[in-house]
RNA sequence: GUAGAUAUAGCUCAGCUGGUUAGAGCGUCGGAUUGUGAUUCCGAAGGUCGUGGGUUCGAGCCCCAUUAUUUACCCCA
């Protein structure tokens, strides 16, 4: 006998915690569609060469891929693996060789196939297009806290427009979503590539662009002394990064902190790129605005960060990320704006922006501060009794009325000790029992129990379902 | 890919410097006037101590290997 055992980093979903996430993804899901999204599903195998060199190097290292169908081995005496591999592709590596024997494999994101939808669909689709999707993808990455191998995204997109409306709404709907689950201390990060390029040439254009985003991406995790000691390695000079820290280490207010990054821009001699200065620092200040008009009144929880970097390179203009507070757990949400997503699919400058909600730390984040309410084992709210054949005859009539009746409802499938069947009822947390014995069917009644309470009634039969709908 | 930790009953874990038949709680099953749960009492079942070597008179405990799990880094939801 084998001991049963799942992949690592992917889990089983058990009833009570399907009913926790079906609960996150309503939340969701509402939102979405409030602010005017439709669905989409694409499916969970992609061609690789959809999925490769999207993601960068470490990206493609990461993604799940499937072994083509076929006998492999079938020509292994004659040296051949497949028609397709020759000797000289194995001495090459794995390069070589694994795109000759996995074509597809295993959405890493819900984004690029997304774009690949997008670029396929140019012709049938009406600009701007808004559409949600809430499926799994995989990640070949090292299990851990808050990071699995399966994991859910629900993304919200809108492609064909410039309007910095759309990143006004993705504010609005983080914040909906958040409030929505309970989990009313996040912060939302904000910044914009922009404000990153300026930093960037306030420094005088020394250094490696990524390098530096990748490092101050990691301030409020690792602080100064890290960042400085990640940045000398990495070939910036010491009074280059005391520059730096200057421009990041701008307090004040949303507003505040724009008018004084831009007079340092000024001060650093960086070249105007927009006609009101800077265009970073310009659509933050209209995203405000816009959110102003929007009517939100979170602003203590959206926070523009000039640090935040966020990885994915295909981001161009406001980038977003969401944590929350007081849990030991990375971003919940995170997006961005791009001018180019789908380039790569022969579709060049078709803007969007979006951002994605993370389920599964959504899940750890609520069961962490205990936020969770309902823990139903069971849909089922009223269990009818079984005391031996006549009885359970008899009781299935009314098990179909109750049903119909929208109540969601079982009967004990064996003529069991009353105990048991009680006992039953009160491990999967069924509210009531209702009690149809030789008894009662005698007197034409039910007897109704109330697990909570312990209390009984007594009715007659044909009043059950029209005292149960109340 | 780099570094650390852990592996004992279905679950969560004890098990002293190596020493006879490996324990607890929870759960499961049975019973406490055979038509009443969650509380209480009694009882039972259930483990070749992840796997394979080694040291020793003797290994759950020490050593080596291996596999799995997990935490941190890289990166990310």
């Known amino acids: 006998m084998q001991k049963p055992s799942i992949p690592q980093g992917t889990r089983d979903f058990g009833p009570a ?7 996150i993804f309503n939340v969701i899901r509402r939102t979405f569609e409030q602010f005017g999204y439709a669905p989409l599903e694409t499916p969970t195998l992609e061609n690789l060469s959809v999925l490769t060199g999207k993601y960068g190097d470490e990206g493609d290292q990461l993604l799940f891929k499937v072994l083509n169908s076929g006998n492999f081995l079938q020509n292994e005496r004659r040296g051949v693996i497949t028609p397709n591999v020759t000797a000289e592709d194995l001495d090459a590596g794995p390069k070589v060789v694994l795109p000759k024997i996995a074509e597809k494999g295993l959405r890493y994101d819900l984004t690029v196939p997304f774009a690949r939808y997008v670029a396929m669909n140019r012709g049938t689709l009406t600009f701007p297009f808004r559409r949600y999707q809430m499926q799994p993808v995989w990640r070949a990455d090292r299990p851990q806290r808050g990071r699995y191998r399966e994991f859910y995204q629900c993304d919200a997109d809108v492609v064909g427009t410039d309007s910095l409306l759309c990143e006004a709404e993705i504010v609005l709907m983080m914040a909906q979503v958040l409030n929505g689950l309970g989990l009313h201390d996040f912060t939302i990060k904000i910044n914009h590539r922009g404000v990153l390029r300026n930093i960037f040439q306030a420094l005088g254009g020394a250094g490696n662009e990524n390098d530096l985003f990748v490092a101050i991406d990691k301030l409020d995790k690792i602080g100064r002394e890290g960042v400085s000691k990640e940045l ?30 831009l007079a340092g821009f000024a001060t650093a001699g960086v070249e105007s790129d927009h006609d009101r200065g ?10 405000h605005d816009l959110l102003v008009a929007s009517g939100f009144r979170q602003f203590e929880r959206l926070e523009f960060d000039p640090a935040l970097a966020r990885g994915l390179s295909y981001y161009t ?15 919940v949400s995170g997006g961005g704006r791009y001018d180019n997503l789908t380039g790569a699919f022969g579709l060049p400058g078709v803007s969007g922006v979006g951002f994605s909600f993370g389920v599964d730390r959504l899940y750890d984040c609520l ?24 009885s359970g005859l008899a009781a299935l009539p009314l098990l179909a009325q109750l049903r119909a009746a929208n109540i969601p409802s079982e009967l004990y499938p064996d003529a069991s000790k009353l105990q048991k069947q009680f006992k039953y009822a009160d491990a999967k947390g069924i509210p ?7 008894e009662e069917l005698a007197a034409g009644v039910v007897k109704i129990k109330i697990l909570k309470t312990g209390e009984e009634k007594v009715l007659p039969i044909g009043e059950v379902v029209s005292a149960l709908t109340v």
């Open 17 to 23: 915690q399907v009913a926790r996430r079906q609960h």
């Open 232 to 261: 000398l390695e990495k070939g910036f000079a010491a009074s280059v990064i005391d520059t730096l820290f200057e421009l990041l280490g701008v307090e004040g207010d949303y507003a505040e902190k724009l008018q004084r990054l």
């Open 278 to 287: 800077y265009r970073g620092l310009a659509e933050l200040a209209d995203v």
């Open 317 to 331: 203009g406001c980038i977003f990320e969401v944590k929350i507070n007081n849990v030991a757990m990375g971003s």
């Open 367 to 390: 069961e962490s501060l205990d936020l969770f309410t309902e823990t139903a084992e069971t849909p089922t709210r009223c269990l009818l009794t079984h005391f031996d054949k006549e």
């Open 432 to 438: 009531l029992v209702l009690i149809l014995g030789p």
